[in-house]
T-cell receptor
């Protein structure tokens, strides 16, 4: 089967750094996406990795290791508005997105 | 940009009625459109994939006669929930891909919250 695993919930402090991990097993691999979803809203795109390594985009970075089936999203200088769910999704050999259940990130002052 | 709209943003209906949700790509032609359903505190669940002019491909467990999808043009797809029941109450989200992106990114609509009484 195909599955994506990520922690259900994480808590961090404003101004700190948090790393959200994602492991995956899919039939084929055509890239991994991270999306942010605020409660009651649709997901918004954060990052895409298809090659191993780190992609940095402002306060957010995403890392991929294809051999380990592993990715993480790193959020720096956390702000209260970063409180949201973070969804990991893998594009499989059919270019279908397989979604993780999401990690709810709670930011405390 | 790549803007996807949905209409309505929320709808309340009586059990047994049908509800139509529209998904439009406003500033691009969508090669493929996807329909998702999301229950509270759960992940996105893909319901179906549709391409303009062809029948939608439904995921296992999704009743195609209950969830009718019409993809009449490169910018419009509709999802009709027929004979809706309270268990169909959910957040329905569409997304679309465009041909000119590097990695088949899906652009999401704002979602439609359906409540069936």
């Amino acid at each position: 089967g195909q599955n994506i695993d990520q922690p259900t919930e994480m808590t961090a402090t404003e101004g700190a750094i948090v790393q959200i991990n994602c492991t995956y097993q899919t039939s084929g691999f055509n890239g991994l996406f991270w999306y942010q979803q605020h409660a009651g809203e649709a997901p918004t795109f954060l990052s895409y990795n298809v090659l191993d390594g780190l992609e940095e985009k402002g306060r957010f970075s995403s890392f991929l290791s294809r051999s380990k089936g592993y990715s993480y999203l790193l959020l720096k200088e956390l702000q209260m508005k970063d409180s949201a769910s973070y969804l990991c999704a893998v594009s499989n050999s059919n270019y279908q997105l397989i979604w993780g259940a999401g990690t709810k990130l709670i930011i405390k002052p | 940009g790549a803007v996807v709209s949905q209409h309505p943003s929320w709808v309340i209906c009586k059990s047994g009625t049908s509800v139509k949700i529209e998904c439009r790509s406003l500033d691009f032609q969508a090669t493929t459109m996807f329909w998702y359903r999301q229950f509270p505190k759960q992940s996105l669940m893909l319901m179906a994939t549709s391409n303009e002019g062809s029948k939608a491909t439904y995921e296992q467990g999704v009743e195609k006669d209950k969830f009718l999808i019409n993809h009449a043009s490169l910018t419009l797809s509709t999802l009709t929930v027929t004979s809706a029941h309270p268990e169909d109450s959910s957040f329905y989200i569409c997304s679309a891909t465009r041909a000119d992106t590097d990695y088949n990114e899906q652009f999401f609509g704002p979602g439609t919250r359906l409540t069936v009484l």
